[in-house]
């Protein structure tokens, strides 16, 4: 079983930065591949990324490709987030995500553990 922690979420400029992390329990966490959604007020869960379990392949929505990039550190169980140029609809609680294979990687329903999210809200 895997915990997610997620943390570094706060208020931030419109086109300024922000990396937020989610720390991970469990001896398996390099095993599992790691994903990001995040949700606005009202909306639907949206998918930002997904990076492989072993670093090397990364994916990204249009929406977000070029500003965001993910990242992991499985010696320190943890993946990371960075936000460049960031805009107020970038606005919503982000969310880390496991699983342990993927066909899509963009889908919640790939994900078996989940992290309670942290809040980043970006002001115009």
């Known amino acids: 079983q895997v915990q997610l922690v997620e943390s570094g979420g706060r208020l931030v400029q419109a086109g300024g930065s922000l990396r937020v992390s989610c720390a991970a329990s469990?001896?398996?966490?390099?095993?599992?591949?790691m994903g990001w959604f995040r949700q606005a007020p009202g909306k639907e869960r949206e998918f930002v990324g997904y990076?492989?379990?072993?670093?090397?392949?990364?994916y990204y929505p249009d929406s977000v490709k070029g500003r965001f990039t993910i990242s992991r550190d499985n010696a320190k169980n943890t993946v990371y987030l960075q936000m460049n140029s960031l805009k107020p609809e970038d606005t919503a609680v982000y969310y880390c995500?496991?699983?342990?294979?993927?066909?899509?990687?963009?889908?919640?329903?790939?994900?078996?553990?989940w992290g309670q999210g942290t809040q980043v809200t970006v002001s115009s």
């Open positions: 990076i492989s379990w072993s670093g090397s392949s990364t």
């Open positions: 995500a496991a699983a342990r294979r993927i066909r899509d990687g963009s889908r919640r329903t790939e994900y078996e553990y």
């Open positions: 469990g001896r398996t966490f390099s095993s599992y591949v």
